[in-house]
């Protein structure tokens, strides 16, 4: 059965990380999110992880080389040989073109680009906690963020130093300026699918699945 490897496009905040975890689940493919990678490396701690710290701080982006070399090994792991679903990669033309070199023949199927309001997203982030052990997100008034303990684990739940105003406004620059020239490459390959994000879950969930189907992939 030929992989099924999905970029899952959208402005931070636009739910990319909530839908790819659905869909992971649907089609047995993992979830690819270069962001935990990164924050990997940070909390681990090694010169490395210093170095993208301060990249992310800044709400910038991390270089491609970096990004590149960690999908490729990613790839090669045991659960990503019937596909992938790949989140905040590709960010660049560049990235792009690497991905179609790395993957082959046996690249891209689809490209699915949640379309969201800026002042959604900017609100979204905004009001978003994130779980430092696990990663789970709350909204800054659930109890987990106002007592500042994560309901599954017991981690300490705090605002991402890249989810305040300044980093918020510099990381949705990044995106126009690096990230929205990718909707013509895909276009170009007839692979560009858009979803309205600006929904329920369930129902965005819904709409990436009737367009899965209609190009036949599962």
Do not use: W
Not at 45 to 60: F, N, R
Not at 138 to 165: F, L, M
């Amino acid at each position: 059965m030929p992989s099924l490897n999905l970029v899952v496009l959208g402005k931070q905040g636009a739910g990319k990380g909530t839908q790819c975890k659905r869909l992971a689940e649907i089609y047995a493919i993992p979830h690819v999110s270069t962001g935990d990678i990164l924050r990997a490396a940070v909390k681990a701690g090694s010169p490395l992880g210093h170095e993208v710290a301060a990249i992310m701080d800044a709400g910038d982006l991390v270089s491609d080389e970096l990004v590149i070399r960690l999908v490729d090994a990613r790839f090669q792991e045991p659960d990503a040989q019937r596909g992938a679903l790949l989140d905040g990669f590709p960010r660049t033309i560049h990235q792009a073109e690497a991905l179609e070199a790395l993957l082959g023949e046996d690249g891209i199927k689809l490209c699915i680009n949640l379309e969201v309001p800026i002042a959604l997203v900017t609100e979204r982030l905004s009001s978003r906690r994130v779980c430092q052990e696990c990663g789970n997100i709350y909204k800054d008034t659930d109890i987990e963020a106002i007592s500042g303990t994560c309901s599954n684990c017991g981690g300490d739940v705090v605002q991402r130093r890249d989810d305040q105003p300044d980093a918020i406004r510099q990381r949705l620059e990044a995106y126009e300026r690096d990230t929205e020239p990718l909707l013509a490459f895909y276009q170009e390959r007839g692979l560009l699918v858009e979803v309205n994000g600006d929904q329920s879950p369930d129902e965005v969930t819904i709409a990436i699945k009737a367009s899965i189907a209609a190009k036949g992939l599962a």
